[in-house]
Nanobody
């Protein structure tokens, strides 16, 4: 069964850290670009970070640059989003997505090129 599944969300105080994992089943994640998105209540889905399948390039939203790091965990067929110095405005449901059926090298923070999505994991930053 083809799927990606997020884990690692939770409640954390401002300034704290969380590590999100996106684990793939049914295919080898290293062959695909992958991106993280988030959606807060009442807001549009926002691209957070992505990592290329070719040259391992990474990209980040301006709002998370210097605080979040995306990396591959090929031993576990997963991609990690390390989130440090968390702020209340980082509160959202976080999703990972893969361009599985289309251009597998699609590498962007625009969600339109991604067609395999996880169910999401809630991140809440609050004191």
């Amino acid at each position: 069964q083809l799927q990606v599944r997020e884990s690692g969300g939770g409640l954390v105080q401002p300034g704290g850290s969380l590590k999100l994992s996106c684990k793939a089943s049914g295919f080898t994640l290293d062959y695909y670009s992958i991106a993280w998105f988030r959606q807060a209540p009442g807001k549009e889905r926002e691209g957070v970070s992505c990592i290329s399948s070719t040259d391992r390039s990474t990209d980040y939203a301006d709002s998370v640059k210097g605080r979040f790091t995306i990396s591959r965990d090929n031993a576990n067929n997963a991609v990690i989003l390390q989130m440090n110095s968390l702020k209340p405005e980082d509160t959202a449901v976080y999703y990972c997505a893969v361009p599985y059926y289309g251009d597998t090298a699609y590498y962007s923070l625009d969600p339109r090129g991604y067609d395999l999505w996880g169910q999401g994991t809630q991140v809440t930053v609050s004191s």
